[in-house]
C-alpha cells in the first residue's frame, strides 16, 4: 500500500460546478495534510494546508480531513478553467517531523 | 522579493560527468529538500538538511550527494554512479523541519546527452 494515494485522474468538472479531490494516507499518526497545484512543466505551489484540529476554508478552497477513514479531501467551489492542473496531495509523517510524503496527484480538467 | 531560486532552467549531461544543480533562498528557513520528480509522477525525496552543516538521505539517495555549508544554500550533485537521471529535479524549503509547508523553487530540468 501507498503512503499516500490519489487517483490519477483526470477528473472532468463543467465550469462553475465543485470539483472534489480526495487523497488517502496510510500513516495513522500523521498531523498535517497539504495541498499543492502543478500547472504542466512548473513546480508545485502550495494552495492549503490543515492539520488534524480541523478543516479549511479559504476563498473558493476548503480542505477537510477524515481521521477515522484517513482521508483528506479538496474542495473546488465555482470551478473555472484556470483550476485545471495536477493537484497533489502531501502528508506529513509521524514516524519523521522532517518528511512529507506526495501523492502521485490527480489531474483536473475544468470544461467550459 | 522573498524565494527559492533554482538554476539553471535546463542542464544536460554527459556520459560520465557530475553536474551540480543550484538552490538558494532567502526566506531564513532551516530546512531545505531536494525531490525528484519523473513524468506523470509524484515527487520523491532525495535530500534533506534541518539545520547547517546535517543533512539526510531521503528515499532515493543512490547517485546523488548535497552539501549544507550554508543556511541559504543547498547544492545537489548528481553523479555519473546515476544512470537514469533524466528528470525534474526541485528544491524546497520550510520555516521549520517539523511538519511545515514546503515551499518550492522553479525546477531544474536535466536530461542526458
Known amino acids: 500500500q501507498k503512503e499516500v494515494e490519489q487517483n490519477s485522474g483526470p477528473l472532468s468538472v463543467p465550469e462553475g460546478a465543485i470539483a472534489s479531490l480526495n487523497c488517502t494516507y496510510s500513516?495513522?499518526?500523521?498531523?498535517?495534510f497539504f495541498w499543492y497545484r502543478q500547472y504542466s512543466g512548473k513546480s508545485p505551489e502550495l494552495i492549503m494546508f490543515?492539520?488534524?484540529?480541523g478543516d479549511k476554508e479559504d476563498g473558493r478552497f476548503t480542505a477537510q480531513l477524515n481521521k477515522a477513514s484517513q482521508y483528506v479531501s479538496l474542495l473546488i467551489r465555482d470551478s473555472q478553467p484556470s483550476d485545471s492542473a495536477t493537484y497533489l496531495c502531501?502528508?506529513?509523517?509521524?514516524?519523521?517531523?522532517?518528511?512529507?510524503?506526495f501523492g502521485s496527484g490527480t489531474r483536473l480538467s475544468i470544461r467550459p | 522579493d522573498g524565494g527559492i531560486t533554482q538554476s539553471p532552467k535546463y542542464l544536460f549531461r554527459k556520459e560520465g560527468q557530475n553536474v551540480t544543480l543550484s538552490c538558494e533562498q532567502n526566506?531564513?528557513?532551516?530546512?531545505m529538500y531536494w525531490y525528484r520528480q519523473d513524468p506523470g509522477q509524484g515527487l520523491r525525496l532525495i535530500y534533506y538538511?534541518?539545520?547547517?552543516?546535517?543533512?539526510q538521505k531521503g528515499d532515493i539517495a543512490e547517485g546523488y550527494s548535497v552539501s549544507r555549508e550554508k543556511k541559504e544554500s543547498f547544492p545537489l550533485t548528481v553523479t555519473s554512479a546515476q544512470k537514469n537521471p533524466t528528470a525534474f529535479y526541485l528544491c524546497?524549503?520550510?520555516?521549520?523541519?517539523?511538519?511545515?509547508?514546503?515551499?518550492f523553487g522553479d525546477g531544474t530540468r536535466l536530461s542526458i546527452l
Open positions: 524546497a524549503s520550510s520555516a521549520t523541519p517539523s511538519n511545515q509547508p514546503q515551499h
Open positions: 500513516d495513522r499518526g500523521s498531523q498535517s
Open positions: 490543515i492539520y488534524s484540529n
Open positions: 502531501a502528508v506529513g509523517l509521524y514516524s519523521s517531523a522532517s518528511k512529507i510524503i
Open positions: 526566506l531564513n528557513h532551516d530546512a
Open positions: 538538511s534541518q539545520i547547517v552543516n546535517d543533512f
